[in-house]
Nanobody, 124 residues
Framework: QVQLVESGGGLVQPGGSLRLSCAASGSIFSINAMGWYRQAPGKQRELVAAVTSGGSTNYADSVKGRFTASRDSAKNTVYLQMNSLKPEDTAVYYC??????????????????WGQGTQVTVSS
């Protein structure tokens, strides 16, 4: 059973940066697309970034140009570099494996149980 552990969240001022990490156990990681999700209080969880097994990335319009997803397959880890953070980025951030790498990336399906995530709070 693959397990994912998110880390790197914290409190940051608007305009600041954070780097999130998602460490995966299990060799299946290297052949799966991954997604970064977030859930703000009172809102549904949303997919904000995705990275394929080959390293191709996609981003939601709300984070495009500010967030960068990447992966290190040797370390079984994916990252989310978040720059120019805004208060509306405040949320719990999660990662998950995707069942496939369909071109319509926003419809990719997460198939592992959700972990605890990592809290990101952007506030002055």
């Amino acid at each position: 059973q693959v397990q994912l552990v998110e880390s790197g969240g914290g409190l940051v001022q608007p305009g600041g940066s954070l780097r999130l990490s998602c460490a995966a156990s299990g060799s299946i990681f290297s052949i799966n697309a991954m997604g970064w999700y977030r859930q703000a209080p009172g809102k549904q969880r949303e997919l904000v970034a995705a990275v394929t097994s080959g390293g191709s990335t996609n981003y939601a319009d709300s984070v495009k140009g500010r967030f960068t997803a990447s992966r290190d397959s040797a370390k079984n880890t994916v990252y989310l570099q978040m720059n120019s953070l805004k208060p509306e980025d405040t949320a719990v951030y999660y990662c998950n494996l995707h069942t496939d790498e369909r071109p319509d990336w926003l419809t990719r399906v997460a198939y592992l149980s959700w972990g605890q995530g990592t809290q990101v709070t952007v506030s002055s």
